[in-house]
């Protein structure tokens, strides 16, 4: 959208280090002469410093591009290895077969490889990007790679490319050999205000506008506010157009203004973001938030109330697993009135079986007293008819027996002891009725 509506071929201000958008400002032109005159000197090494955003990486393409019919090159941009690792992908770079790794073969294998290129008349040229991250092992492996030589020049040039960070590791003591041996140094500066608007219109003529309309496609408020606000650092400056642009052609004008400009420089600007808040500590929250119903909105709560939940569903679970395994027999069931009625029936049982022990003899001894004053001499005889006998209850009841001729009578005192308490007055005789029947006195 944004290229048909602004009649472009391609997109002008991309992220990708394309050499075809360098422009060569007056320190990138500095630099790219120092880089290739101290290649074409065979000078060893040589390096490149300047600050993120710069353009080292695409300059670096395009001196590999000067250099590609001359010399055999090699771009390496993973820094973040082992000795050992920055060694075979070195040589796989310039196509070289590793083996199988051994750092003394590999060694053996470059210095063939570099022998039989310089006899063919061709340098080899390695550029190191990044370098600001190499760990001091690599470094030193850097230096050694310049011991690959003949009495009359170098066989292989290094080339260091990184950010401050690298200047300030190579000016210490550890690293003093390596920075003898680095015979040129290239810096890259800001640009201008004049050179960010040559820089815009640069690379619009180089992704298909015309001259007249790349000169009017940013006014010069547009121009100046983004060489104020990028710090003329060109990644910053491809931000921006980009934003501007976007909302030129969303808005269907064909002209970027500089409120257009403004209006991304807000966009883009990370500190208007607000902050996100942290959540206020436990102790902050209501008390009554702490409950299962309303848990505490937080990451402590909600794992509080889940866990309560969890363990209350556990224990309803156990106790139905209980219910479901143990049989009925097992079962404890609380029955509070059961020792009680126990109790009762065994007291009113025993009042019972007393109750009828005292009839009995009571009877007994009525029927003794009127036959010892009807006859004083016939003795008592039991009747020789079969008397139906009645199991035995309790042992202090008076069982007949068929078997013996005579009937030993129990006396009144002997069943003294066995009487119940007296009564007391105004209440009624409830004493219960036998269960047998009570024995008659035999006519003589």
């Not at 009841?397 to 001729?405: A, H």
Request: charged share 20%; glycine share 6%; net charge positive.
């Amino acid at each position: 959208m944004l290229l048909e509506h602004f009649k472009l071929a391609v997109q002008p201000f991309g992220v990708t280090p394309d050499a075809r958008f360098l422009y060569l400002s007056q320190t990138h032109r500095e630099a790219l002469a120092s880089l290739f005159y101290g290649i074409e000197a065979g000078r060893g090494f040589t390096a490149l410093i300047a600050v993120p955003g710069m353009g080292k990486t695409t300059l670096m393409f395009q001196l590999l591009g000067l250099l590609m019919g001359n010399a055999k090159t090699a771009f390496l941009f993973q820094t973040l290895c082992g000795p050992e690792q920055f060694l075979r992908a070195l040589l796989v770079d310039l196509g070289i077969d590793d083996g199988d790794g051994d750092p003394v073969r590999m060694h053996a294998k470059l210095n063939a490889y570099l022998l039989e290129e310089s006899k063919k008349g061709r340098q080899v040229v390695a550029v190191i990007d990044e370098a600001q991250n190499l760990d001091e092992r690599v470094l030193e492996l850097v230096r050694m790679l310049s011991n690959f030589e003949t009495p009359g020049k170098k066989l292989m040039h290094l080339v260091l490319s990184g950010q401050p960070q690298l200047a300030e590791r190579l000016s210490s003591e550890q690293l003093t050999q390596l920075r003898q041996r680095i015979s040129i140094v290239a810096r890259l500066a800001p640009f201008n205000t004049n050179e960010t608007r040559e820089y815009i219109e640069h690379r619009l003529r180089v992704a298909g506008a015309p001259t007249d309309q790349a000169k009017a496609i940013f006014s010069n408020e547009a121009c100046a506010l983004i060489a104020q606000q990028s710090g003329g650092i060109p990644r910053n400056i491809n931000n921006l157009c980009f934003n501007a642009m976007s909302l030129a052609c969303a808005l269907n004008r064909r002209q970027v203004e500089a409120s257009m400009v403004r209006e991304a420089i807000s966009d883009l600007d990370l500190a208007t973001i607000p902050k996100l808040q942290a959540p206020p500590p436990l102790a902050a929250w209501p008390s009554h938030s702490l409950s299962l119903l309303n848990p505490v909105p937080s990451v402590t709560g909600v794992w509080r109330y889940r866990w309560a939940v969890a363990i209350a569903f556990l224990i309803c679970l156990v106790l139905l697993l209980a219910h479901l395994v143990i049989p009925p027999n097992n079962r404890v069931l609380a029955h509070p009135a059961a020792p009680a009625a126990t109790q009762s029936a065994g007291s009113e049982s025993g009042a019972v079986r007393t109750a009828d022990a005292l009839s009995v003899a009571q009877t007994a001894q009525r029927t003794a007293e009127k036959e010892s004053s009807s006859s004083q001499v016939a003795p008592l005889t039991v009747s020789r008819h079969k008397r139906r006998s009645r199991p035995t209850r309790h042992s202090s009841r008076i069982t007949l027996s068929n078997e013996t001729s005579t009937s030993v009578q129990p006396t009144a005192a002997s069943l003294s002891d066995q009487r119940l308490p007296p009564k007391a007055p105004g209440t009624v005789d409830q004493r219960p009725v036998p269960f047998g029947p009570v024995p008659q006195r035999e006519k003589p």
